[in-house]
């Protein structure tokens, strides 16, 4: 566990997650999709969120180990009702045996087969990203009215701050590159390895009406890409998107091979000072119900009129359906002609 800090900051670090006084809340919008629409019980992604304190975390669970979903949740979900400081090895500590044991209390292992169980000693395993904007002292050199964000990442987890429309820093991977080794990831049961954690840690200045955009590795892979070809995401559309358009552009995605197949899950946060009006980059609030037809940028690469996951399926059924009527007819003519050919045959002159 990393031990940079001396004890006097890395004791001011753990007041300021905790201390929940402030004057700002998020804006939030949470949108997912399960690697396999058709199985969403096996969804291993997690999220949870104190808008009010301007707390939030996301979590990816490994699909190859056992209950990496519910290792998943108990982690964002401890991340949020008590954010632990990694920079304190011996309060870390403690914080995650506390999780694994609610791990542990929470699983059913009766319906397993004996290869199942056969994993269990190896436990389950989730990346972790959880962050944390509170209001500085007005007389911080450079706050300019803004919020200090703090934030800790294991794993491939991501978080794009966004200013304007513009992008201002990804946390904690910066190249597509990065995305190709396994990530680091957080374990149910202790295998003896928890000294070679490596946390990465943001601090750094957020304002009203900034975007804090967490995204679990597919999405965030596909974002960060977007950038390095100069092609960004057009994050206001997010916001304004039904979960219907959302779904058929992450399958619209993965047909074209742009993203990986896998757990989808975007945590979209808008910072709002309380003690003044902030103004949206969008016109429309979240989840504002928007015009069928609405063009939304972040897909302008795929066809102009993007169906609707019901659309996809009736359009599959009906080119089922005329598939199957063009080869009965088929067969209709075959016959007819061969009936024909018999018929000339039988009334041919010897």
């Known amino acids: 566990m990393p031990d940079e800090l001396p004890q006097a900051a890395r004791a001011e ?12 809340r998020f804006d939030t919008r949470l949108l997912t999709l399960a690697k396999d629409p058709e199985q969403s019980s096996a969804y291993q992604d997690a999220s949870c969120f104190d808008a009010e304190h301007g707390i939030a975390t996301i979590a990816d669970g490994v699909s190859s180990a056992l209950f990496s979903g519910p290792w998943a949740a108990i982690l964002a979900e401890a991340a949020v009702a008590d954010s632990p400081n990694p920079h304190d090895a011996d309060a ?31 436990g389950a395993f989730s990346t972790l990203l ?7 002292e007005n007389s911080h050199e450079g706050s ?20 304007g429309g513009e992008l201002v820093r990804t946390f904690p991977m910066q190249t597509a590159e990065q995305f190709e080794a396994d990530p680091i990831v957080l374990g149910s049961v202790d295998l003896k390895r928890d000294h070679l954690l490596e946390f990465a840690f943001l601090d750094e200045m957020c304002y009203p009406g900034d975007q804090l955009v967490l995204c679990t590795d597919a ?12 092609d960004p995401p057009s994050w206001d559309d997010f916001w304004q998107m039904s979960d219907d358009d959302w779904r058929s ?26 003690r003044v009006a902030v103004e949206s980059d969008s016109e429309s609030s979240p989840n504002t119900s928007h015009d069928d037809k609405t063009e939304f ?5 795929a ?20 598939r199957m009527l063009q080869g009965f007819m088929s067969l209709k003519e075959k016959a007819l002609q061969k009936y024909r050919e018999k018929f000339r045959k039988k009334n041919d002159p010897p």
Request: charged share 25%; hydrophobic share 45%.
């Open 130 to 136: 959880y962050l944390r904007a509170h209001a500085v």
């Open 13 to 24: 670090q753990s007041a300021d997650l905790n201390n929940r006084t402030v004057t700002m």
């Open 144 to 163: 300019f009215g803004g919020y200090r964000l703090m934030a800790y990442a294991v794993g491939d987890s991501c978080l794009f701050q966004i200013r």
């Open 219 to 230: 999405l965030a892979e596909w974002a960060v890409r977007s950038y390095e070809t100069g």
């Open 297 to 301: 940028g972040w897909l302008h690469s």
């Open 92 to 122: 870390f500590a403690t914080w995650l045996e506390a999780q694994r044991r609610r791990w542990a209390a929470s699983i059913d292992t009766s319906s397993l087969a004996w290869f199942q169980k056969a994993k269990l000693p190896a």
């Open 249 to 274: 552009g992450i399958a619209w995605l993965r047909q074209e091979r742009q993203m990986r197949v896998d757990d989808t899950t975007m945590l979209l946060l808008r910072v709002v000072d309380e």
């Open 303 to 322: 066809s102009k009129e993007i169906k609707s996951v019901s659309s996809q399926v009736a359009e599959q059924a009906d080119q089922a359906s005329e």
